[in-house]
């Protein structure tokens, strides 16, 4: 008689496991701007995405979004705290990624 009902509100804990497992995969990624793309993208950008991302792939995602800073983005330098860092990084824990203008001047 048991086989024929499914106890609905009894967790499963296989489930909760899981939810838990993509909750622990997500990260936040805020960008920061300087410069010339300060005025092309929103001063409070802030994604939430898979972790261990590289910082080119999170970059693909603003020009999808902002197609208009394209250009821009492809010429601005990366930075996470006072360093710069390569496109090539991969982030695995939530991080502000920082956006360098180029500047020129003599």
Do not use: W
Request: net charge negative.
């Amino acid at each position: 008689m048991s086989d024929q009902f499914t106890i609905l509100n009894t967790p499963d804990l296989a489930n909760i496991a899981n939810q838990f497992k993509n909750i622990q995969q997500q990260m936040t990624v805020k960008i920061e701007c300087f410069g010339a793309i300060e005025r092309l993208l929103p001063t409070d950008l802030t994604l939430q995405c898979e972790s261990e991302m590289r910082i080119s792939d999170v970059l693909d995602y603003v020009v999808r979004a902002y197609p208009h800073a394209g250009n821009m983005l492809e010429r601005c330098a990366c930075a996470i705290g006072e360093d710069i860092i390569p496109r090539q990084t991969l982030l695995t824990s939530d991080s502000t990624v920082v956006l360098l203008s180029p500047v020129a001047g003599g």
